[in-house]
């Protein structure tokens, strides 16, 4: 990839700086992207970048969050006047500026759910994490020590990102077993589930997490259709591990991606490097032969 793929917002749990690793064991083309679960659909937007896929599908049972999404690509002077709006309101509230994401934050869970409302929570909120209570509304925090993503920044990013998945993208808010429905022969399927070590609760508003056995049984679906996929799912750090393996009844190879140093391990004064695992399907494996040997997480904790 040449240069690092612009994002319209930190996001937790983002594999925007992990893609290179991850398109390393795609097709060099292929008709459709789909991600079911797109989170800020950093995958869909790097492999646009280096001109992949034909089309895209960007999925999220948050629907606010497509919604931001489908802002940003298909109407982005919009969402940056809307966000420019909402971020120099905060400068109102003088040293007190915190208490204007309270503010925001009442307004998106009493009706007004618009793109630039939700942007900007995500954007001052902490660690960039969506959350949301048993009720349904939006309950993070904000990060007292900053003012957000800077609204010339946002703009640059979004207008990069509306010329590269403009007129090509598709949107929806399914549950991820009816997109898995829309495959075909001759797209990929990129996957990064919620976190399966930390949760496995859902809601009426938002997967908080997605059962493990109902997800590995879904994967069938794509395996009888043919259709090639790849998904993150589990991880090491500091030698524990979290998650636990797919089964082999897949026929998925599973190859460890070197995701850096943990920032949680290093406020704590240790440096452990974190790897994720990323799952193949079949007839991508032979596309892992290709790629240069990194260092194994055995061979790093040595």
Known sequence: ????APHIVQYQGSKRKLAPQILQYMPEK?????EPFSGMAAI???TAMEHRADSYVINDLNKALVEILKEAIENPSQLAADYRRIWDEQFLYGDNHAEHFYVVRDRFNNGQETPANLLYLIARCV???VRYGGNGKFNQSPDKRRHGTNPDTLEQNIYVISNLLKGKTSYFALDYHDVF???HPGDLVYMDPPYQGVTNVRDNRYFSGVPFDEFAEAIKVLNNKQVDYLISYDGVCGGKEYGEDLPESLGCKKVMLNAGLSSQA???GKKSTTFEALYISESLIPLSHTIPKQLSFMEEMA
């Open 127 to 129: 660690k960039g994490a």
């Open 30 to 34: 292929f008709n459709r992207l789909i």
């Open 44 to 46: 869909s937007i790097a």
């Open 1 to 4: 990839m040449n240069g690092k």
């Open 181 to 183: 429905e829309m495959a």
């Open 266 to 268: 290093l406020l704590l």
